[in-house]
């Protein structure tokens, strides 16, 4: 049996607008929009901030716990992995049971998972409580834009989301530096412990003014089997990309996983086709615009998360800054995300996505080819323009690329399409690093040998070859303990030229990536669907 659900693929002209929300118009406080995108982006900033401040954390914890390397990489990449499996259902969900239900349950659980984690005292339960922030927040990050999208009407729409990503973009540039401020003046528990003021915040505003919009033709059952094929193949998909750099990409258990996952999509296609009501209905992608909006979210994150993993330790283990200093410098990246989110908005309501879209990507080739010439004594000024025309060419795309997604599906879709939105920066976040990683560790161990040799230093075992490989990848010295003053400022020299060589080459993939992404957001267009919200809400 075929999916019942139409996507429409003609332009602005042809489209009747589809129905909007059942909801009359709302009074007073309950679902006035601007009231309603402060209430979401109080939520979402948990989600956001919990991404990049654990990583400050992380050192103290592996101390007061006594956790392997291993185990503390677990606190990372258990978080990610369960919110990018879920984000798609939960999207789901949501169209299903209403966003403002989802949205409350998923800060509720957000903030209690993260006050079990500051009372936690095993690893063990610090992982598996990551697991669950990841779970509550993909319920709460594709609510918050199928609440948008329901009610703010379609000329308000891209300025709404602009200021979201702004969000976004702030806490996600900003966690280092709380982190940072709260690790070395409280403690690693008061990482997890600022959530659940925030959470209580975001539940009483969300009770108070949050309007639950349903769609007259809502998904009225569940494709459980879909939900299985899909969620198996995506685990599949960001568990091989988290574990191939210690596999190796060459290694046959990283590319069973990724086999594995080829075939649960295509599962799940051909499922898709059958059932009576899709988790995702495959007529979605017949939408151009949607399909390369999903397609440039992916080759954004590549290039922006996956440069971005070599800079913290370009700051912390070149240059020598605290974790505070490296955020701070960074400021210039969060600065122009803030200012320019709104700005790209209104720019795209005027004159639609594909011109910010793409001279967006074409800042941000240009923000990765500057960032491939850096040196390891290049000053605070030179990176801060870089820093500064990344985060003015990330703007625009991360407001259009959303906006394209979640206006180009239907209303009774506009959960599952903020899933798909959120997923695609997981997985192309996933990819970047994975990589760019492997392109930085290949140019370190073909440089390296030489370089060491050229400098005159004792030659390496095979394994003390190794070793030193993986600690210059990360930007850091391999020197022994008792080696002279002397030896190990060379050390120290070789380590940070090869580490600046990959760092360059992984930057330069990047701006290809991003080169390469110009093209796809001229198939963008402004959102046929956009309007179904409109009648939702007063401004």
């Known amino acids: 049996m075929t999916s019942q659900t139409t996507i429409d693929k003609t332009g602005p002209e042809d489209k009747t607008p589809s129905p909007g929300p059942s909801s009359a118009p709302a009074k007073g406080l309950r679902g006035h929009p601007w009231f309603t995108l402060i209430t979401v982006a109080v939520g979402v900033m948990m989600v956001a901030l919990d991404g990049t401040i654990v990583a400050i954390a992380n050192p103290a914890i592996a101390k007061d716990l006594g956790a392997t390397f291993a185990q503390v990489q677990w606190i990372t990449n258990s978080y990610f992995l369960a919110l990018a499996v879920a984000l798609i259902t939960a999207g789901k969900l949501g169209d299903r049971f209403g966003h403002r239900q989802t949205f409350l349950i998923g800060v509720v659980g957000f903030a ?4 079990a984690i500051g009372l936690s005292d095993s690893i ?9 922030q990841g779970l509550f927040g993909a319920l709460l990050m594709p609510a918050a834009l199928g609440l948008l999208r329901a009610t703010f009407p379609a000329e308000k729409l891209n300025m709404a989301i602009g200021i979201w990503g702004m969000v976004i973009g702030a806490s996600t540039a900003g966690g280092p530096i709380l982190g940072g401020v709260l690790v070395e003046h409280v403690n690693w528990q008061s990482v997890f412990f600022i959530n659940v003021p925030v959470g209580i915040l975001a539940v009483a505003l969300g009770a108070v003014i949050l309007l639950d919009h349903r769609a007259k033709n809502a998904p009225r059952s569940f494709d459980l089997l879909g939900i299985g094929l899909l969620s198996g193949a995506m685990f599949c998909l960001v568990w091989a990309l988290i574990k191939a750099p210690e596999w190796g990409w060459g290694a046959g258990l990283t590319w069973l996983f990724i086999g594995i996952s080829i075939v649960g999509f295509a599962l799940f ?15 979605l992608f017949r939408s151009v615009p949607l399909s390369a909006g999903v397609v440039l979210m992916v080759l954004m994150a590549i290039a922006f998360m996956g440069g971005l993993f070599f800079v913290t330790f370009y700051l912390q283990n070149v240059h020598g800054m605290s974790p505070i200093d490296a955020g701070l410098h960074l400021l210039p990246l969060t600065g122009m995300m803030i200012v320019g989110s709104p700005l790209a908005g209104f720019m795209i309501t005027k004159v639609g996505p594909r011109i910010p879209l793409a001279g967006g990507m074409v800042l941000t080739a240009l923000a990765m080819y500057g960032m491939s010439t850096l040196e390891t004594d290049t000053g605070s000024a030179v990176m801060s323009v870089w820093f500064a025309l990344l985060g003015l060419g990330l703007a625009p795309v991360m407001v259009g690329a959303t906006e394209v997604i979640v206006g180009n599906a239907p209303m009774e879709l506009s959960g599952v399409a903020g899933g798909l939105q959120q997923a695609a920066m997981q997985i192309g976040g996933s990819l970047g690093t994975a990589v760019l990683g492997a392109v930085m560790a290949s140019k370190v161990d073909s440089d390296l040998a030489g370089n ?7 030659p390496l075992s095979h394994a003390q070859q190794e070793q030193a490989s993986e600690a210059v990848q990360v930007g850091v010295a391999p020197i022994a303990p008792g080696t002279p003053a002397e030896v190990a400022t060379q050390i120290t020299d070789v380590a940070h030229d090869t580490f600046i060589s990959g760092m360059s080459l992984a930057s330069l993939v990047a701006a290809g990536v991003a080169a390469a992404a110009v093209f796809v957001a001229f198939l963008t267009k402004r959102g046929t669907n956009a309007s179904a919200g409109a009648g939702a809400a007063h401004i």
């Open 112 to 115: 209690a998972a993260s006050g």
């Open 124 to 132: 063990a339960m610090v992982i598996v409580f990551r697991v669950f």
């Open 452 to 458: 060491w040799a050229d400098a005159g230093l004792p």
């Open 269 to 283: 296609a051909l499922w898709e086709t059958k059932v009576r009501e899709p988790l995702i209905p495959l007529a």
